[in-house]
C-alpha cells in the first residue's frame, strides 16, 4: 500500500475498502487458531495506516523499508504493540555498502526498531540482483557475530 513517502491511496479510502475486509481476514484466523501471528507484508511509507492495523489485530509489520519509515520512530510509537520484520535496506546498503556500512546499518536497526525485542532482521524485500553475494554474506556473518 505504500510509496516511498505516503500511502498510493488516501488513508479513508484504504479504511472505506481495504480495512474491514482485512479485520474480517484476521479474526478468522484468530478464531481458528487463537495464538497464531499474523504479518501484513506493504511496503513503503505506511505511518497513516499503522494504528489501523494494530486496531485489527495485526502482529508483524513487513517490511521496515528504512527509506520510507524511521526506524526508532516505530519503535517508540508502537513497538510494543507490533513485531517489526525487515529493515536492511536494498536499495542502498545491501547492494552498495561496505562491509562497514552493512554492520553500521544492523547495529542501528538493532537499537531502534529492535530495542526491547520484537524485531525479525531481514532485507526489506528481496535481495536484488545487483548486490554483491559478498554483502549478502557479511550480513548474515554479522547477524549472526554481534546477535
Known amino acids: 500500500m505504500g510509496a516511498q513517502d505516503s500511502l498510493m491511496i488516501d ?6 475498502f481495504f480495512k474491514g475486509r482485512m479485520a474480517d481476514i484476521i479474526r478468522t484466523v484468530k478464531e481458528i487458531k487463537p495464538d497464531i501471528k499474523v504479518a501484513y507484508h506493504t511496503d513503503g511509507c505506511n505511518y497513516d495506516i499503522i494504528p489501523d492495523l494494530i486496531e485489527i489485530g495485526l502482529d ?9 519509515m524511521n526506524p526508532e520512530i516505530l519503535q517508540e510509537k508502537y513497538g510494543d504493540q507490533l ?16 562491509p562497514e556500512q552493512i554492520e ?12 526491547g525485542g520484537g524485531w525479525i532482521c531481514a532485507p526489506t524485500h528481496h535481495v536484488q540482483l ?17 546477535g
Not at 488513508?11 to 472505506?16: D, T, V, Y
Not at 508483524?60 to 520510507?68: A, D, F, H
Not at 548486490?131 to 549472526?144: C, R
Request: glycine share 8%; net charge negative.
Open 11 to 16: 488513508p479513508e479510502l484504504w479504511r472505506e
Open 60 to 68: 508483524v509489520l513487513n517490511p521496515i523499508q528504512t527509506e520510507c
Open 83 to 98: 513485531c517489526f520484520f525487515g529493515g536492511v535496506a536494498v536499495q542502498s546498503t545491501l547492494p552498495m555498502g561496505t
Open 104 to 115: 553500521k546499518e544492523y547495529a542501528w536497526l538493532k537499537n531502534s526498531v529492535g530495542k
Open 130 to 146: 545487483d548486490t554483491p553475494m559478498e554483502n549478502f554474506f557479511h550480513l548474515l556473518k554479522t547477524v549472526g557475530t554481534i
